[in-house]
């Protein structure tokens, strides 16, 4: 097992310096600024739900038209009902979705 | 029963900690008020600016009332917050030019009133130190971290984590020779 030392001087020091800082206004700044998010996140999620309604139907069509696009064509056999989600121009949008989402995370998060 | 917000204050933190995760908004009011002085004193070392620390210690507690639903043990909520700082801190490295700041905040911190002196002379002191060794140093003298919790939380070599306290720490003994044999605080957070 390995000892770290310090300088008790800089320690001292450290110790020293630390200040029972008051609140006074820091909580309510603090605690309006979440005012703040949750109403731009309220205010956020009514404008994506409003966008979703409005764009629902367009949305569906299209996502039939890709799922219907095949990648390879693999003729009328079994190999082509066995693979159909995945052989589609929307699933590989759907893989690369979920594949940019888990590279986004692994980076931001 | 639950307690009644007034007497928030009277609770063991972890369920204080357990109602903010509910979303009860005086229940994070009340851990605000409890840890807004360390996280302040931690961010003051970090960047010797104090109207900068104020700002990003108020970022800190933010992201904490997003992510508080995330926290899993209660009882874990200060390391959380610790951890919640030091990545609000290397964030605004990153965000800004380094080189340009720190001549800003040498500015800024020179002309700080609220401060002691002897505060003042270790901004003053760690303010010359590149901003990852100030942040090893920080975190070791302030936070009282073992190098390995440092370099895990700054994601630093472990050997990089050492050799950085070395330098910053004689460093930091040529600029405060003159405190040398400081009695210790009577008191401290």
Known sequence: ????????????????????LVEETFTSQVMSQTD???????????GLGLMLALLALPLQDMALVLMQIPLIDLGDGWLTQILAPLNSVGSLLSLGLIGMRMV?????A | MLPAPNHY???PEALVVGLARTGDRDAFAELVRRRQSWIRNLMRRCCSDTAL?????QQVFLQAWRKISQLRQPDRFGAWLKRLAISTWLQYLRKNDALRDAEEHHEAHLAQQDKTSMGMDLDQALA?????VRLCIVLSYHEGLIHAEIAELTK???????????????RLQQLLSAYQGTPPAEESL
Do not use: C, W, Y
Request: hydrophobic content about 35%; charged content about 25%.
């Open chain 2, 156 to 170: 630093l070599p472990l050997g990089t984590v050492k050799s950085h306290i070395r330098r910053g720490t004689q």
């Open chain 1, 36 to 46: 703040t998010l949750k109403r731009n996140k309220l205010i956020g999620r009514i």
């Open chain 1, 1 to 20: 097992m390995t000892q770290e030392t310090r300088d008790t001087t800089l320690q001292t020091l450290f110790a020293n310096a630390e200040q029972d």
């Open chain 1, 104 to 108: 986004f995370r692994r980076i931001f």
């Open chain 2, 9 to 11: 204050h009277q609770g």
């Open chain 2, 128 to 132: 010359t130190l590149s901003n990852t």
């Open chain 2, 53 to 57: 620390a104020d700002d990003l210690a």
